[in-house]
């Protein structure tokens, strides 16, 4: 027998000795981890003993990485031998806003090496802030027979040439979701790449790409996909063709629509809210670019049973929203953006009894001139029809501590409470006052409260409520907050949970940093930047925790002295070797 062979069976669930040693039959015990969809119960599985430890490991066929950099591929593949699905996060979120240097890391390609030698029956994979280039996209698509399912999220380094290689190689393809990516987009030839006789796809998702799709290549691979549940066009698909499509894909359950800004003809309008009535399963509707008020009516056969609407590319105003939202009772999950100001949210309030999640938008986030928007009126409004809302995203330019105590005593199930007052340091408008009792309501209501964005005019009194109050608490976020170090030290002190704190353009420094000595290798990750944190405090941290990755990422030009953007994690992977001359690894 072959090492390798050996040692399987020696940690196999099936051996002799685990059979006398479990309490569980093996039968009972692959029975009930298969049932465990969750990767957070399936590690707390595989801490019981031993014998669970190795039964969880023969019998995971799904990873989740939060962090690429905080463990090697070849210790996954050493940890799970028959991983059929990842899921890998690269980039700090707040490369979203251009705050990461460019050349960062979180190459793909590394991983995919391992995983063709050790994976060769991969058939997902899952990345969100990765950098993927065309031939990597190429390497996955010929190291993989079985290949099935491909999502990118926020990912960039490729073009639609690596989409070409995914579609002419992935003869199994089921899913392709390509999403907020920075794409080169060489144009829609690519579709075209599918092969006559293919047909297996069930997800298809381009509605971030610019450039004109070859629509006739798309209709085909839409005829022969009757299984077909999700498709979400990008901008350049016309109304005329998104009924030519819909004709061909009755079952959709998630549609996402091109442009709405054609001119149709009597006859065109009629023929597409026919066959918009055809489309009994849309749960999820999205896209809806340029919309205008004259055609929205053309969606209520399609309204019924929506749960999901999402809105963020149509500035509606108020008036289109409402009667389009007295179409849908069913409404769960509604994104929108701030054009449709407070009488539009009132109407949110008005209609949807059911709403769980809402995020509000700005349209245009940099005009300060701005007279159109939401207020504190529009929010209170939504918390006083909408008792079971529990995620909110909301963009505004003024709001009250009153208003907020009056939000969460609505709606006291949040898990979720990212509030973003776009004028940095704005009080309560109101009586000048800072933000702090808004907050403090917040996190003393919300019992629940996993995730929390601030901002506003903030003191320390905020952090203080945070650490004492936010139990729950696994992701803060601060923006132009703060008094002292000590606001960073309350939060550091308490949030038995807290796995992510990220933190810009505030006054904390080397004291708040070295604070969380005993907390960050219970965390997944520190980002500061834009604070009062030194070179040398970041060397102490990374001497007195080397199991942390200590990151400084300098601008051309800055003090030396200073640290202008920290990235903290915990690694069992030790320090990346891949990072440009602008990180410094400590």
């Known amino acids: ?25 093996d039968e009972v015990l692959e029975r009930v ?63 979203d806003f251009n705050l990461v240097p460019q050349n960062w890391g979180a190459d793909i390609y590394a991983w995919l090496v391992v995983f063709a030698a050790q994976y060769p029956f991969l058939e997902e994979l899952r990345l969100k802030r990765m950098a993927i280039s065309d031939e990597s996209l190429e390497f996955l698509a010929v190291s993989f027979p079985n290949f099935k399912a491909l ?12 989409l070409a290689a995914i579609a002419t190689h992935c003869k199994n393809l089921t899913e392709l979701d390509i999403q907020e990516n920075d794409i080169d987009d060489k144009g829609g030839g690519w579709l075209s790449c599918f092969s006559e006789n293919f047909s297996s796809l069930e997800v298809l998702n ?26 979400k066009l990008n901008r350049s698909i016309s109304l005329e063709q998104l009924q030519r499509l819909l004709v061909n894909a009755p079952q959709l359950a998630e549609l996402g629509t091109g442009s ?90 008005l209609n949807c009894p059911l709403l769980e999640e809402l995020r509000v938008f700005p349209a245009d986030p940099f005009d300060v001139e701005i007279i159109h928007g939401v207020t504190e009126a529009g929010f209170v409004a939504v918390s006083y029809g909408c008792p079971r809302l529990h995620y909110v995203l909301y963009f505004c330019r003024q709001m009250t501590n009153a208003a907020v105590a009056t939000i969460v005593q609505n709606c006291p199930d949040f898990t979720h409470f990212r509030l973003c007052i776009m004028n940095p340091g704005q009080p309560d408008y109101i009586t000048n006052e800072p933000m702090d009792e808004a907050f403090g309501a917040v996190v003393k209501t919300c019992t629940k409260l996993q995730r929390l964005s601030v901002s506003g005019l903030l003191t320390d ?58 907390k960050y290798e219970s965390m997944r990750s520190l980002w500061m930047s834009a604070c009062n944190v030194t070179m040398n405090a970041c060397r102490q941290l990374a001497r007195e925790m080397p199991r942390l990755n200590v990151e400084v990422m300098k601008e051309d030009g800055s003090d030396d002295s200073q640290a202008d953007k920290v990235y903290v994690y915990r690694s069992i992977a030790g320090p990346r070797r891949d990072a440009p001359p602008s990180v410094l690894t400590l």
């Open 1 to 25: 027998m072959e090492s390798s062979e050996l040692k399987r069976s020696k940690d196999s669930p099936n051996s002799d000795e685990f059979t006398r040693r479990s309490s569980f039959p």
């Open 33 to 95: 981890l298969s049932l465990l969809k969750s990767h957070r119960d399936r590690s707390s599985v595989s801490l019981v003993c031993k014998d669970w430890y190795n039964a969880e490991r023969w019998s995971r066929t799904h990873v989740f990485i939060g962090n690429c950099y905080s463990v090697s591929p070849e210790i996954v593949v050493r940890r799970f031998p028959k991983i059929r699905s990842v899921t890998l996060k690269g980039k700090p979120r707040f490369s």
């Open 151 to 162: 999502s990118l999220l926020s990912c960039d380094g490729f073009s639609t040439n690596g």
């Open 206 to 231: 381009f509605a971030n790409l610019t450039s004109d799709i070859n629509f006739d290549a798309l209709e085909r691979l839409v005829v022969r996909c009757k299984s077909l549940g999700v498709l």
């Open 260 to 349: 709405f800004a054609q001119e149709l003809t009597f006859r065109q309008y009629e023929e597409l809210e026919s066959t918009l009535s055809n489309c009994k399963n849309i749960h999820t509707l999205s896209g809806l670019w340029e919309a205008q008020g004259t055609y929205l009516p053309v969606l209520r056969p399609a309204c019924t049973h929506l749960t999901f609407l999402n809105l963020s590319y149509a500035a509606l105003q108020s008036g289109e929203l409402a009667k389009l939202l007295a179409h849908c009772p069913q409404l769960r999950h509604l994104w929108v953006l701030d054009t449709v100001e407070d009488k539009g949210l009132e109407a949110i309030g």
């Open 461 to 518: 009194l905020t952090f203080e409520y945070i650490g004492r109050y936010a139990k729950n608490l696994e992701t803060l976020s601060v923006a132009f907050a703060g008094s002292s170090d000590w606001g960073m030290q309350y939060v550091l002190g308490g949030c038995p949970k807290l796995r992510k704190l990220e933190i810009r353009d505030c006054p904390f420094g080397n004291a708040a940093l070295l604070s969380g000595l005993e």
